[in-house]
Nanobody, 124 residues
Framework: QVHLVESGGGLVQAGGSLRLSCAAS????????MGWYRQAPGKQRELVAL???????NFAESVKGRFTISRDNAKNTVYLQMNSLKPEDTAVYYC??????????????????WGQGTQVTVSS
C-alpha cells in the first residue's frame, strides 16, 4: 500500500505565497517522476510542475517564473513553492508519484499514485 499525503494549501491574497508538500510512504522501490497537478471547477486536471528523480523540471507556461518544484529523494517528498499567486491559480492541487512499488507478494509493479488533493484559494 502506498500513500501520498499533501499539506500546505489554504487561502491567500493575490501576490502572496504558499508552499505545498507531498510525502509518499509505503512499499516504494523507486519514484521516477513526482509532480503537481491542479483542477479548477469546471476544468480538466492540468499539469502544474513535474520533477524527475534526477532533478529535471517541467512547468506549465502559466506558472513559469512564479512556481518552483523540488524534491527530497531520501524522504520521497516533493515540494511546490508558489509565489506571486493569482486568482486564476485557485484550484485543488494534487500530488502525483510515478514509479515502482512492491505488492504483498514482493512483486514489483509500475504505477501512478495520487494524493487526496489540497485546496488553494487566491483572493483578489
Amino acid at each position: 500500500q502506498v500513500h501520498l499525503v499533501e499539506s500546505g494549501g489554504g487561502l491567500v491574497q493575490a501576490g502572496g505565497s504558499l508552499r505545498l508538500s507531498c510525502a509518499a510512504s509505503g512499499s516504494i522501490v523507486s519514484i521516477n517522476n513526482m509532480g503537481w497537478y491542479r483542477q479548477a471547477p469546471g476544468k480538466q486536471r492540468e499539469l502544474v510542475a513535474l520533477i524527475t528523480s534526477g532533478g529535471s523540471t517541467n512547468f506549465a507556461e502559466s506558472v513559469k517564473g512564479r512556481f518552483t518544484i523540488s524534491r527530497d529523494n531520501a524522504k520521497n517528498t516533493v515540494y511546490l513553492q508558489m509565489n506571486s499567486l493569482k486568482p486564476e491559480d485557485t484550484a485543488v492541487y494534487y500530488c502525483n508519484a510515478e514509479g515502482y512499488y512492491t505488492d504483498y507478494n514482493g512483486g514489483v509493479y509500475e504505477h501512478d499514485y495520487w494524493g487526496q488533493g489540497t485546496q488553494v484559494t487566491v483572493s483578489s
